[in-house]
């Protein structure tokens, strides 16, 4: 397989996260900022709002075009229009712990992860995460339970299918969607360590960052490993499948270490390669 030719769209930020392809632009957070970003295909940059008293993390796009941003710690889900943010849903009743990445399908349904503790994590925390599924109208219920520290999650274009990313037990949890959004567990994948943010294809593969292993990886429906991107000496944070015909792979990545990030030193990038398969369902 021919190595994969990467070109940077942007660099100089922090610790990028949550990208999510909307109306011609990649969208995103920059955590370690708490700035909600954009930029275009030729690299032009706007900045659209601060979250001055939270780290915004996950990202997600309601059918009315809204943005949503999810601040991890006050465990709030903010709506971005016209300019301004403002409360959509407070799951701090309903969230046991930190919450941390999140998906809105096209149905306007969110699904948001929620770790279970409050980070930095605890030594032997367990099996303890969940998903919280936060309807249009504001309801909150849990929907999925014993997950190992959920990360990216992703959700098919017919609304029938999601996958989580489970960082602390390096696999990817499947899951069938019933029609009022309820999750059936279906079975895990392995995948590299540490997997972070992800995004499914037109053929139900997912590509996955791998924090641990510096690589973002396409992992086929039946848990097979299809492709890989390097990125050496760079943490793989979180990708998105964009661009005109959604084959555009925006890669995200920093350098900086675990111990580097609660000193909150980092350096991030968003790199981009064109792929065969086409991204389809949410991000």
């Known amino acids: 397989?021919?190595?994969?030719?990467?070109?940077?769209?942007?660099?100089g930020g922090r610790y990028f996260e949550g990208p999510r392809w909307h109306r011609g632009r990649l969208w995103f957070v920059d955590a370690m900022a708490r700035t909600l970003l954009s930029?275009?295909?030729?690299?032009?940059r706007q900045?659209?709002?601060?979250?001055?008293?939270?780290?915004?993390?996950?990202?997600?796009?309601?059918?009315?075009?809204?943005?949503?941003v999810l601040t991890m710690f006050r465990k709030r889900l903010l709506a971005f229009a016209d300019g301004q943010l403002s409360l959509?849903?407070?799951?701090?009743?309903?969230a046991a712990g930190t919450i941390d990445d999140m998906i809105i399908d096209g149905l306007g349904r969110a699904y948001?992860?929620?770790?279970?503790?409050?980070?930095p994590p605890p030594p032997g925390r367990g099996a303890v995460g969940r998903i919280i599924l936060v309807m249009a109208g504001g309801s909150a219920d849990i929907v999925a339970e014993e997950l190992r520290f959920p990360n990216g999650i992703a959700v098919s274009a017919d609304h029938?299918?999601?996958?989580?990313a489970e960082m602390d037990g390096e696999c990817l949890a499947h899951y069938d969607i019933d029609a009022k959004g309820g999750l059936r567990f279906r079975g895990r994948h392995a995948c590299p360590r540490d997997p972070d943010g992800?995004?499914?294809?037109?053929?139900g593969a997912v590509w996955v960052a791998s924090f641990s292993e510096n690589v973002f990886v396409r992992i086929d429906r039946d848990g097979r490993e299809r492709q890989r991107i390097d990125l050496p000496g760079r943490r793989a944070i979180a990708c998105a499948l964009g661009g005109s015909d959604r084959k555009t792979l925006?890669?995200?990545?920093?350098?900086?270490?675990?111990?580097?990030?609660?000193?909150r030193k980092s350096s991030a990038r968003i790199d981009a390669v064109e792929v065969e398969i086409a991204g389809a369902g949410y991000p």
């Open 1 to 11: 397989m021919t190595p994969a030719k990467l070109r940077t769209v942007l660099d």
């Open 39 to 44: 930029v275009g295909a030729s690299g032009d």
């Open 47 to 68: 900045e659209h709002a601060v979250i001055a008293d939270d780290t915004p993390c996950g990202l997600g796009v309601l059918p009315d075009g809204r943005i949503v």
């Open 88 to 94: 959509y849903a407070d799951l701090s009743r309903v």
């Open 112 to 119: 948001v992860g929620d770790l279970g503790f409050d980070l």
């Open 160 to 164: 029938s299918r999601l996958v989580v």
């Open 198 to 203: 992800i995004c499914l294809d037109r053929d």
């Open 250 to 263: 925006f890669c995200l990545s920093a350098v900086t270490s675990p111990e580097e990030m609660r000193q």
